[in-house]
C-alpha cells in the first residue's frame, strides 16, 4: 500500500465519523425535546451554584450544529430589599459536545451576556448577598457529586454596581468582561478579564485557593492583581470573614502620578498645577481586620524620597491615616516650587488658595528625616509631626537642625470663610541668619547667627490676603555680625569731619559689624510696628522707629545714627524708606548744612534777612524768598 493510498483512507474515515456525528446531532435534535434540555440546564445550573434563577423572558434551545440553551431576561431576587442582586439581558449556555453525542445533557460553560450586578452592603455591614453565598456554599460542600458539574462562567459586557450605605459610597464598574474558572474539580476559583473604573480600563485577576472555604468564612489564600493607567495594584496573602472580615499578606501599590490617581478616585485637585505629586510606591506587610488597615514594614516612596516604617488606616466614622515613617534624605524642594510665596515681579502671590484636598481624611504621621533638602538648603535632623483633622492642618516641627542651628514650633492652616486660616509660632536659634531670612523673606541683608521669634496669625483667600491680615509679633536678636550693603560708622565718621560732603558721597556698598542687633516689631494688620530696633557696636549706635508694610513689603523707617566715645558729638537723623529689595537711605542734609562751619556766614545773613522781613510778612505783604529751596535730599541704595 503506497503512503497516497494510506492518507486517503485516513481521510476518508475522518469524513465518516464527521458525516455520522453530524447526522447524530440532527438525530439528537428531533429525538430529543427542547422542553428535557431546557430543564436539564436549569438543574444543572442549580445543582452547581444552589441558585435557582428567575426566568421572566422566554428560553431557546438550538441543538445543530452544536448544543445551547438561550435564557432572556433572567434574574436573581433579593429578598431583603426586593431589588434583584442580578439580572441579565441573557444566559447563554453550551453543551459539552460528545457526552451530547452521547445523550446526554452536560453544561460545557455559562456566559451572562449583559448582566447588571448589585452588591450592596448595610450600615451594619450586611450584605445583599449573604443568602446566595450561603447557598452557593452547601452545593460546593465536598459531600456534592461533581459528574455534571461545569468548570466556566464568562460575564459578557457587564455592570456591577458596589454600594455602602454606611459611607454613603456608590462605584460602578461598566464594559465587564471576565472569565470565572469554576472549582468544579478542584478548590481553586479564578477569575481574569478587563473593567472600566471612572472612564479607565482596568486588567485585573483574583485567585482563591479554596472558593468553599472562602464562601463558608474560613481561611484561604487570596491572590489580587489590578493593572490600569491610575494605579496598579498586587496582593499575595489569606483572608478569612468569620467572625469578622480579616485579611493578610503583601500589598504593593505604584503610580506615575499621585496627583492624577487622586483627581480620578476621588475628583479632587491637589493645589498647584503639575509639580509633585508624582511618582508613587508602596510595599507594606497587610493585615486587615474589619475595616481598619494596618501596614508594618512599609516602604513608601514619592517624588524620589523613600521611607520606612508604619501605617494604620481606620475606617470607622472618618477616615483616618496614622503613622511614623524615618527618611534618609528628605527633598522639599518640588513642593517649594509648587506653592511658590512670591510672584516673579516679587509680590506676594494673590492666587486663591485651594484647600479642599485637606477635607475627607485625619492624618497624623510623624516623620523623621536625617537630611532635608530644601530649595537649596540643606537642613540637618529633622522631626516633623503633620496632624490634618476635620480640614485643619497643623504641622509640628518637634526639631530640626537648620540653618546651622535650631528651629521649632508649629504652623496651622485650616480652611475657614475667608479662604484660610493662619497660625504660625516658631522659634529659630542660633540660626544664620542671612540663610534664613532669604528661605522665608527672600532678604539676604544680615550676616551672622541670631535667634528670631515668629507668632502670628491671620485670614484670607490668598498669601497676599494673608499678608494683609497678619498680626502678632516678630522679634530678632543676634550678636557679632554685620550689615551688608551700608557702612553706618565708615558714613558717620566721614561726615563728622565734613558734613558736606553727603552731596559727594555713595553710602552703599560695604558692610555695618555689629556687636548688638535687636528687633522687636509689632505687627497690626499687615503692618509691623517698630517697638524697639537698635544697632550697637562700641563706636556707633543706631536706632530706627517707623513702620514696614508686610503686604506692600515696603519700609517707612526713620532713625539716628549716633557716634560713640569721649570726643563724639555727632547724630545724624536718617530716613529709609522703599522696598525690602532696594531700600533707600536718606540723611538729613539741612542738619548736615548746620553743622558745616563754611556754611553758618550764609545761615546767619539768611536768619538775619528772615528777621528784618518779619513785619511786612506780618502785615500781610509777601516775605522775599531767603534762600532758594535745598536740593532734594540724597537717596543712597545700600545694595
Do not use: C
Not at 460528545?98 to 456566559?111: C, N
Not at 485650616?414 to 523673606?441: P, Y
Amino acid at each position: 500500500m503506497t503512503a497516497a493510498t494510506g492518507i486517503k483512507r485516513v481521510g476518508l474515515a475522518v469524513a465518516t465519523l464527521l458525516g455520522a456525528g453530524l447526522a447524530l446531532i440532527s438525530i439528537l435534535s428531533v429525538v430529543i425535546p427542547a422542553d428535557t434540555v431546557r430543564d436539564a440546564v436549569k438543574a444543572q445550573i442549580r445543582e452547581v451554584t444552589g441558585l435557582d434563577p428567575v426566568l421572566r423572558g422566554d428560553v431557546s434551545v438550538s441543538l445543530f450544529p452544536t448544543g445551547s440553551v438561550r435564557f432572556n431576561d433572567i434574574s436573581l431576587g433579593d429578598n431583603r430589599t426586593g431589588a434583584p442582586a442580578l439580572s441579565a439581558q441573557q444566559i447563554l449556555v453550551h453543551l459539552r459536545f460528545f457526552p451530547f453525542l452521547l445523550g446526554r445533557i452536560q453544561i460545557a460553560d455559562v456566559t451572562l451576556v449583559k448582566p447588571t450586578i448589585m452588591v450592596s452592603f448595610a450600615a451594619n455591614g450586611s450584605s445583599n448577598w449573604a443568602g446566595y453565598i450561603d447557598t452557593l456554599a452547601e452545593a460546593l460542600k465536598p459531600s456534592q457529586e461533581w459528574v455534571n458539574s461545569f468548570s466556566e462562567i464568562r460575564i459578557s459586557d457587564g455592570t456591577v454596581v458596589i454600594r455602602d450605605e454606611g459611607y454613603r459610597i456608590v462605584e460602578t464598574l461598566s464594559n465587564v468582561e471576565f472569565a470565572l474558572a469554576w472549582p468544579s474539580f478542584s478548590r481553586t476559583f479564578a477569575a481574569t478579564g478587563q473593567f472600566t473604573w471612572n472612564d479607565q480600563t482596568f486588567d485585573g485577576t483574583l485567585s482563591l485557593s479554596d472558593f468553599l472555604a472562602a464562601l463558608t468564612g474560613d481561611r484561604t489564600g487570596l491572590k489580587v492583581r489590578l493593572t490600569g493607567a491610575p494605579f496598579k495594584l498586587a496582593f499575595d496573602g489569606n483572608m478569612s470573614s468569620q467572625p469578622t472580615l480579616r485579611v493578610d499578606g503583601v500589598l504593593a501599590a505604584d503610580t506615575t502620578s499621585l496627583r492624577n490617581a487622586l483627581h480620578w478616585s476621588a475628583d479632587r485637585s491637589i493645589p498647584g498645577a503639575g509639580g509633585p505629586f508624582q511618582r508613587f510606591s508602596l510595599k507594606a506587610q497587610t493585615n486587615v481586620a474589619g475595616r481598619n488597615i494596618a501596614m508594618s514594614k512599609v516602604n513608601v516612596e514619592l517624588d524620589g524620597n523613600s521611607g520606612e516604617g508604619v501605617l494604620t488606616y481606620v475606617a470607622d466614622g472618618r477616615q483616618t491615616l496614622q503613622g511614623t515613617l524615618a527618611v534618609d534624605v528628605l527633598n522639599l524642594t518640588p513642593y517649594m516650587s509648587a506653592f511658590r510665596f512670591l510672584t516673579a515681579d516679587r509680590n506676594w502671590s494673590r492666587l486663591p488658595l485651594e484647600l479642599d484636598a485637606l477635607s475627607g481624611i485625619d492624618v497624623d504621621v510623624r516623620i523623621s528625616a536625617a537630611r532635608v533638602m530644601l530649595d537649596g538648603f540643606r537642613l540637618g535632623q529633622t522631626a516633623v509631626a503633620a496632624n490634618l483633622r476635620a480640614g485643619s492642618l497643623t504641622l509640628a516641627i518637634g526639631e530640626s537642625q537648620a540653618f546651622g542651628g535650631v528651629i521649632k514650633g508649629s504652623l496651622a492652616l485650616a480652611k475657614s470663610t475667608a479662604g484660610a486660616d493662619l497660625q504660625a509660632q516658631l522659634q529659630f536659634n542660633d540660626v544664620m541668619l542671612d540663610q534664613t531670612l532669604d528661605a522665608f523673606l527672600d532678604v539676604r541683608r544680615i550676616e551672622g547667627r541670631g535667634n528670631i521669634g515668629i507668632t502670628v496669625s491671620g485670614s484670607g483667600g490668598s498669601i497676599y490676603e494673608l499678608a494683609k491680615a497678619l498680626n502678632g509679633s516678630v522679634t530678632l536678636s543676634s550678636r557679632k555680625g554685620a550689615i551688608a550693603g551700608l557702612n553706618v560708622e565708615q558714613s558717620l565718621k566721614r561726615l563728622e569731619r565734613n558734613p558736606l560732603a553727603v552731596r559727594g558721597s555713595d553710602f552703599s556698598g560695604g558692610r555695618t559689624p555689629y556687636d548688638e542687633l535687636e528687633v522687636k516689631l509689632k505687627v497690626t494688620d499687615g503692618t509691623a510696628h517698630a517697638q524697639d530696633v537698635r544697632i550697637e557696636t562700641q563706636a556707633m549706635k543706631v536706632g530706627v522707629a517707623g513702620t514696614t508694610s508686610i503686604p506692600a513689603r515696603d519700609f517707612d523707617l526713620k532713625g539716628t545714627a549716633s557716634l560713640l566715645g569721649a570726643d563724639a558729638d555727632f547724630k545724624l537723623p536718617f530716613v529709609v524708606m522703599g522696598t525690602w529689595d532696594d531700600p533707600l537711605f536718606w540723611p538729613d542734609i539741612q542738619m548736615l548744612i548746620r553743622r558745616s562751619g563754611a556754611a553758618a556766614p550764609l545761615l546767619d545773613a539768611v536768619r538775619n534777612r528772615l528777621q528784618r522781613n518779619k513785619a511786612p510778612a506780618l502785615s500781610g505783604e509777601a516775605a522775599p524768598s531767603a534762600v532758594a529751596a535745598p536740593a532734594a535730599p540724597h537717596a543712597v541704595s545700600p545694595q
